[in-house]
């Protein structure tokens, strides 16, 4: 049960599945003028940073710190949908090797002194 609300790493998918249950709840929420729902909407934002978005900082290698972002009104949108589209850090450095031009034998021991 653990690692299913608190996985270390979370892919685009699920990433995009609780984003979207908790941001509507959180709108759903919001709606009502009561100080009892502005708690609840604090406590919702808190179990989507650490149920969605700090795993899917850990799943794309990006630093923790920038979550700072979520708290930003209009900020926080962009950079979830950021998150969403981000392919995980290993495919990205999978890629990037592939594509990246070999050095020769030489280059790399013309370097190393």
Known sequence: MKKFLFPNR???IPYLL???ILNLSMLIIA???SIGSLLVL???LVVFVF?????RCRDTGMPLWTLIFVLVPYVGI???ILL?????KEIREKERARYSP???KDEIANQSV
């Open 18 to 20: 609780r984003a979207t």
């Open 10 to 12: 979370l892919d685009r």
């Open 84 to 88: 969403a589209l981000l392919k995980p």
């Open 42 to 44: 604090l406590v919702l």
């Open 31 to 33: 709606s009502s003028d």
């Open 102 to 104: 070999s050095k020769s």
């Open 51 to 55: 149920c969605a978005a700090i795993p």
């Open 78 to 80: 962009v950079y979830s």
